[in-house]
């Protein structure tokens, strides 16, 4: 089978490309390096010795996109690109809307041209929005609160839409919880261009020395210690996730990806320290708007469907987002 993979040079995307190539896929790759970086190339083809085509582009080139699909024969599209910063989109909601909802407009009628009818969607917990229990199950009400959010909600009712047009089409969307963490071999991992919005690549900056202090965003969440817990996901665990969906199409299906289990800031903090023997001085900040106190899935329907489950602890998490950038200093 060849795959193509949008977005195929970030973060989750190039550790998702590796699992492919290790389990023998061919893949195609499109990114616009919006958010990544070319090496990441070389690198995939380094820790798998697989080659692959690559080209370099905007996914709303309509131009480009049917000469990737004249030149391969695609049998399905893992679709990954896309902005993903909260905070920028609130500042930045036109450009999110236009680039997240044009390119997979675009791309999902140009799949239609040619016949490709596999469709894996990179989505996310965050329409779940604030969850009324937990953990959260695929069925829970959905809404948003920020732009970001919002954009990968309306992919899935375009997508629900589509299926309802069209139930040849096979359609699966998954619900990534909190991606950290990196391949073993150090080479490729979470390498954000400007300052992180994220918890763990801030937490490697800060034990990195390139960063001051950590800002522990709230103390007074109704969690076990006040700071915000998050279902954290090794990105190789989530990547391998994606290779099950891949194996297991069978109309519209919505999956989580996460490890069922919650873990605040301060956990985070605590196991990073102890696990690579380093210190990561933090102090207690106000809240960040649209944060919320708790965010954990029930991932039983994808061990249960896919035959998935999450191998890697919040340890190797830690070691392997700190061996990245130690290795890539
Ligand atoms: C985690 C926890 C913060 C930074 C977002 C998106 C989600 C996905 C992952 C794209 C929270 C706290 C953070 C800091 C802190 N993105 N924190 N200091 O907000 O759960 O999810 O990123 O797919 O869609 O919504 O992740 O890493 O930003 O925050 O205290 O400097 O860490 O308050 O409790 P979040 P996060």
């Known amino acids: 089978m060849k795959i193509l993979v949008t977005g195929g040079m970030g973060y989750i995307g190039s550790h998702t490309c590796v699992e492919l190539l290790n389990d023998g896929y061919e893949i195609v790759v499109i990114d616009d390096f919006s958010n990544s970086k070319p090496e990441v190339e070389d690198k995939i083809k380094t820790i798998t010795g697989k080659d692959f085509k690559f080209y370099e582009g905007d996914i709303k080139n309509r131009k480009l996109l049917n000469k990737i699909f004249e030149e391969n024969k695609i049998d399905a599209v893992m679709h990954f690109a ?23 407009l675009t791309l999902l009628d140009v799949m239609k041209e040619h016949g490709c009818n596999k469709f894996i969607f990179s989505s996310s917990a965050t329409v779940y929005g604030k969850p009324h229990t937990l953990p959260i199950l695929e069925d829970f009400p959905l809404s948003t609160t920020n732009p970001y959010g919002t954009t990968k909600l309306m992919i899935e009712m375009i997508l629900k839409d589509l299926f309802i047009a069209d ?36 937490i490697v900056k800060v034990a990195t020395g390139e960063y001051e202090c950590l800002s522990v965003f709230g103390n007074d969440y109704d969690t076990h210690d006040g700071t915000g817990v998050r279902d954290y996901i090794h990105v190789v665990d989530l990547a391998k996730g ?67 489950e999450t191998t890697k602890t919040i340890e190797d998490m830690c070691k392997d987002a700190y061996n990245f950038v130690i290795k890539n200093k």
């Open 167 to 202: 139930n040849d089409l096979n359609i699966t969307i998954l619900r990534y919880f909190n991606p950290i963490g990196a391949h073993e071999s150090g080479l490729i991992g979470e390498n954000p261009n400007d300052i992180p919005n994220n918890l763990m690549p801030y």
């Open 82 to 104: 896309g902005y993903k910063a909260v905070g920028e989109s609130v500042k930045k909601p036109l450009m999110y809307y236009d680039n997240n909802l044009n390119t997979t």
């Open 242 to 308: 994606h290779i099950k969906a891949l194996e297991n199409m069978n109309g519209l299906k919505y999956y989580n990806l996460g490890t069922g289990n919650g873990f605040s800031v301060l956990d985070l903090v605590n196991t990073f320290e102890k696990v690579n023997n380093v210190k990561v001085n933090y102090k207690i900040a106000p809240r960040r708007e649209g944060d919320i106190d708790a965010c954990y899935a029930d991932a039983s329907l994808a061990k249960k469907e896919l035959g998935w």
